[in-house]
């Protein structure tokens, strides 16, 4: 009997230019969110962020995150609590021209009521290294609304995926 499909496509989008994108009404059906973007913009001169809420997001200082990051020569390890929002890519910031960065973020048991939401990040680029990041969201509400923004205008592609229980 063949398995049935992991990664279940909720979402799609295009970002031409823009400097922030919502994913909302997002069904509670799944255990885990993927989002998976290829992106540049229009300034090397600033990072992404991810907020997420149910119904809005939390622009609360609810975030927390610790990151780790190598370019192949140096690397660094900082930690972050209290924050509005997880940085959505740290030093692997999505580049300009065709400096795409490749980006993964699994937010774990997304409509569980009972747990706070944990998120798994992976950033990389050519030109500047690898983000490793793992984030905490203190709420126990199930999340139906995710936010990827930056003072830079945005262009790439974004995908929403749902994993269901195994």
């Known amino acids: 009997m063949a398995a049935g499909s992991t990664y279940t496509p909720i979402a799609t989008t295009t970002l031409s230019g823009v400097t ?13 969110l993927i989002l998976i973007g290829n992106l540049i913009q ?32 140096s690397t660094v390890s900082t930690r972050q609590s209290g924050q509005t929002a997880w940085y959505a890519d740290y030093a692997a910031a999505p580049g300009t021209g065709s400096d795409y960065n490749t980006a993964i973020w699994q937010i774990q048991n997304y409509s569980n009521s009972n747990v706070y939401k944990s998120i798994l990040m992976r950033v990389g680029k050519a030109t500047n290294g690898t983000d490793a990041m793992v984030g905490l969201w203190r ?7 995710i936010k990827l923004f930056s003072s830079n205008n945005l262009t790439g592609t974004l995908t929403l995926y749902g994993i269901a229980a195994a």
């Open 20 to 32: 922030s994108y919502t994913f909302s009404s997002i069904s509670g059906s799944y255990t885990d």
């Open 139 to 145: 709420s126990v509400s199930a999340i139906n609304t």
């Open 42 to 73: 229009s300034s090397s001169a600033a990072n992404s962020y991810i907020q997420v809420g149910n119904g809005s997001v939390d622009t609360g200082s609810n975030y927390s995150q610790t990151i780790l990051y190598g370019n192949g020569s």
